[in-house]
């Protein structure tokens, strides 16, 4: 009964365009994106990545969607039937984030993928493409999410990025988080960060970052969160984070980091949260941390 109330409120939706051309052509498409009919996809809410039960009025509010294991045609199709039914206009939707991670996009298509966002969702704020190969031939499609002013977070976790795919992110100086997960960037491409002066939360997990990497990260003056978890750091590197004086939440694990450089980790006085797991550091070493830095919380192996 539900899937058939669903079946007559799109019909109901499809006559009324019918009769208003004015309606069914309000979101203008450039010859691209123009080998599809959003009708035929409009069938149940599952088709759009959204639950199965539930009523077509959430559409209206959703903040998020989450697409996964698509071509990006097929991604594009579903964003066009949302679009369509919220009333085919990017001004009608409340979209704040997108989460395409693990698609099965190839290089060209996102290239497609992001001119379509471009063009539609132009006000989304987060985006995540973390689990693609996008590789050195995609990353140059990267450069153009500079033309989303209100982008804030981009997850860009285990896509195979290096120090070279790295350069097309300079452009996105909008950004307030940037995830790099389980990437390959190394000190080379820790250089190109430098640009993206607003950022106030960085994963660089396992990414191959020495103690050069993290003295071109000293620049960004408004970090609050810094993951260096699985890296090659040592104390010259711990030198350099003393002058993050915004930072509140800081990982270390897994680096090689000794005694010494404890002594610079203590001028951090506004941290919330030190992680130093699985370093070279003493016990006595981290007990004078300890009570140093009252009120954060510093995991350690002692």
Known sequence: MKVFNHFCCLSLIVLCLSSFPCLSQ?????????????????????????LDEKPWNPLLQAKAI???????????????????????????????????????????????????????????KELNLSHINIGEAGAIHLAGLSRLPKLKSLLLAQCNLGSTEVTYLTELTQLESLDLFDNHIGDNGAIHLLHLTQLKMLDLTHNYIGDLGVWCLKELKELRDLNLSVNQIGDEGASHLKELKELRSLSLMHNHIRDEGMTYLAELTQLKRLVLVENNIGTESIDALKQTLVGCVILSDS
């Not at 206009?89 to 290239?111: C, F, M, P, Q, V």
Request: no cysteine; proline share 5%.
């Open 66 to 124: 989450k697409i996964k294991e698509d071509s990006a045609s097929e991604i594009i199709k579903k964003l066009s039937a949302l679009v369509f039914i919220i009333g085919g206009s990017e001004k009608h939707t409340t979209l704040e984030a997108l989460d395409l991670s693990g698609s099965n996009i190839t290089h060209e298509e996102l290239r497609d993928l992001i001119r379509f966002i471009q063009r539609v969702f132009p006000n989304i």
């Open 26 to 50: 309000a979101m203008p498409l450039n010859e691209e994106f123009q080998y599809y009919n959003p009708y035929s996809h409009l069938q149940y809410p599952n088709e759009i990545g959204l």
